[in-house]
């Protein structure tokens, strides 16, 4: 059985930072393609950003430059650093893995519970 357990999140002030945490069980975590989504209340889920198996990086244009995606494959585990954060960056953050390419949530099979991100103005 699959499971993807994030954590990390919580409550930050504008410009603060926070890194996230995904541990995967349950697949052959490094011949997965990782990524992040966020979903706001009243929004769809959002892409964030995505690693390779091999550590090749893809970002959202609104996130470029402030967050890094990175993966620990001895760990199993995805890593999602978020710095300079603004109030839009609130929202329930997810992992997500797949062994397909692009940045649609309907391509990715395996999903975790999300963590909460709140940024404060």
């Known amino acids: 059985q699959v499971q993807l357990v994030e954590s990390g999140g919580g409550l930050v002030q504008a410009g603060g930072s926070l890194r996230l945490s995904c541990a995967a069980s349950?697949?052959?975590?490094?011949?997965?393609?990782m990524a992040w989504f966020r979903q706001a209340p009243g929004k769809e889920r959002q892409f964030v950003a995505f690693?390779?198996?091999?550590?090749?990086?893809y970002y959202a244009d609104s996130v470029k430059g402030r967050f890094t995606i990175s993966r620990d494959n001895s760990k199993n585990t995805v890593y999602l650093q978020m710095n300079s954060l603004k109030p839009e960056d609130t929202a329930v953050y997810y992992c997500?893995?797949?062994?397909?390419?692009?940045?649609?949530?309907?391509?990715?099979?395996?999903w975790g519970q999300g963590t909460q991100v709140t940024v404060s103005s």
């Open positions: 349950g697949l052959t975590f490094s011949t997965y393609r």
């Open positions: 690693i390779t198996w091999n550590g090749n990086t």
């Open positions: 997500a893995a797949s062994r397909r390419v692009g940045v649609s949530s309907t391509e990715y099979n395996y």
